[in-house]
């Protein structure tokens, strides 16, 4: 069914058509609030919204607005999803079944991440807009996995590496992997990071003791991940997008005001409350010590020279916690942690009220160590004797501080040649490099779309561009489906080994199926 903005569509001649999915979520609406503006004016919006009762409220506030058509379905409905393709010149595809509910059901993220990309890059070369409709992705930050200290600056080009378990990242490796070799004229993915704002604060789930004390993340705010949305439509409509964005992977990233470790963002917020220390809170023993995702970015500013969204710091989510706890429950907690004993009872209160529920919960790190899940407990503390070995206080920790030293990954080819000039023999040695081989003979140099043929370390044979494999950071299809080898791959592999090894003993050889 189709909202009445329907009938905007023979206004909107010469106009161009932005088609943009994942409106009623987070980034989503985000996006939309920022590009309202523009929409009837510089382009033409159609979104496709899952119907339900509370997208419908959601979309209400909208409804008349000139240039906008909102279309009812999902991505399973092709005739929905083909009508709002027709004629688009830019699509933003931000919708996905994000964690922590896709850790809950592995089958529907596959389903809805993977497959919903692919139905959407499929109808556009059915309708044969290849070559007019552009196609933005969305990735995510999740797809390189745990960058622990000390490799925890990253970018492009590192090796893909979704955290055990992390089937919201798998899904959205797979569908990057499409996108970058669908054959569109004009595709783009967008990494992107942890999400500031009223959404991130409202979340209760296990995930929080997933995410390690000394983890980073370089996040991005709702209001700049819509700015740079909105900026994209807007500069794409107008013709002023410089041509050099397509055909590339980025990162989302706020830059040096959003960087932050999770032990300095628990300090900065337990000491708003009154906490001088996080002992009496966070109980040290079950909050995982790897196995998560996240870094600081060394290329987050190509993004930023291109779009210009950035406008915010951690300090917007701080002011959104408070906010969102209330002036009576922060002046409770200050007045009790003041006094003798104080601190421990407000720790006790937090724990008793939200934590214990959560630890205890099928994704919850302290079930994993009661129920003895051997598989959960090597992946996020690396063996059952770490664990126990670990001091019971967040002050007995030993403190990493060294937060601006890089350790730089090697991506195995000269990366100071210009793109016109990638040879055969770069990617042959890229490949040895992977612990692989190109099959491939002939390559037209500077050819950074046509597919080659590989074999990997472990004897399968795949085909990828080198956009792939060595901006994306993608190797073999094959055991990307398969299964977390990556023990034994980083055995053969020098160029994984580099994100496996600092953060991993040379006996860690446990292979972890995927269950789709």
């Known amino acids: 069914m189709v909202q009445a903005g329907e009938k905007n569509r023979a206004a909107s001649v010469g106009r161009p058509r932005v088609f943009m999915t994942g409106a009623s979520g987070g980034m989503g609406m985000a996006s939309l609030k920022q590009m309202l503006p523009d929409v009837g004016d510089k382009f033409d919006l159609v979104v496709l919204v899952r119907d339900s009762e509370k997208n419908r409220a959601e979309m209400a506030p909208f409804e008349g607005t000139p240039g906008l058509e909102v279309v009812w379905g999902d991505l399973d409905d092709n005739d929905a999803v083909r009508r709002c393709l027709l004629s688009t010149s830019l699509v933003l595809h931000i919708a996905a079944f994000v964690s922590p509910a896709a850790d809950y059901y592995p089958e529907k993220a596959m389903h809805v991440n993977f497959g919903g990309t692919k139905r959407l890059v499929d109808a556009i070369h059915e309708l044969g807009q290849d070559e007019t409709t552009a196609f933005v992705y969305i990735g995510t930050v999740a797809e390189t996995g745990d960058r622990m200290p000390p490799i925890h600056w990253g970018r492009v080009g590192d090796p893909i590496k979704p955290s055990v378990f992390d089937y919201y990242a798998v899904s959205k490796v797979a569908a990057e992997r499409y996108v970058i070799e669908s054959g569109l004229a004009r595709w783009a993915s967008l990494r992107q990071t942890g999400i500031i704002g009223p959404a991130m604060v409202q979340i209760r789930d296990a995930i929080q003791f997933h995410n390690c ?25 107008a013709g002023t997008l410089d041509p050099s964005f397509w055909c590339h992977i980025y990162n989302i990233g706020g830059g040096e005001p959003c960087r932050v470790s999770t032990i300095g963002m628990y300090r900065k917020l337990y000491g708003e409350l009154g906490f001088t220390s996080l002992d009496p809170v966070v109980d040290n023993k079950f909050v995982a010590t790897r196995n998560f995702h996240g870094q600081y970015y060394l290329d987050s500013d190509k993004l930023e020279n291109y779009l210009h969204f950035r406008g915010d710091s951690m300090q917007y989510f701080y002011d959104e916690y408070l906010k969102a706890m209330g002036p009576a429950a922060i002046g409770f907690a200050r007045f009790l942690c003041r006094i003798p004993g104080g601190q421990r009872l407000m720790g006790s209160i937090i724990k008793e009220s939200t934590f214990d529920a959560l630890l205890d919960a099928e994704h919850g790190t302290r079930h994993f160590i009661q129920a003895g899940m051997d598989d959960r407990i090597d992946a996020y503390w690396g063996s059952r004797a770490a664990w126990e070995a670990l001091p019971g206080k967040v002050s007995d920790m030993p403190e990493f501080t060294d937060w601006e030293h890089v350790v730089h990954i090697d991506h195995g080819y000269d990366e100071s ?11 042959r040695g890229a490949a040895e490099f992977r612990g692989g081989k190109l099959l491939s003979t002939q390559m037209r140099t500077g050819d950074w779309r046509g597919k080659l043929r590989f074999r990997c ?11 792939l494999v060595l901006e994306g950071g993608h190797w073999c299809s094959v055991c990307e489906a398969k299964s977390w080898n990556y023990g034994a791959r980083a055995k053969v592999d020098p160029f994984f080994a580099q994100v496996w090894n600092p953060l991993h003993s040379p006996d860690e050889m446990r292979e972890y199926p995927k269950e789709c």
Do not use: I, Q, T
């Not at 819509?226 to 794409?236: K, P």
């Not at 040649?417 to 990617?427: G, I, Q, R």
């Open 417 to 427: 040649k210009p793109e016109e000039e990638l040879s055969l023999e770069d990617v």
């Open 457 to 467: 370390a472990f004897g399968h044979e795949f085909e990828a561009s080198p956009r």
């Open 213 to 237: 004390l000394f983890n980073v993340l370089e996040y991005c705010s709702d209001r700049d991940s819509g700015r740079a949305m909105a900026h994209l439509a807007e500069y794409d409509a």
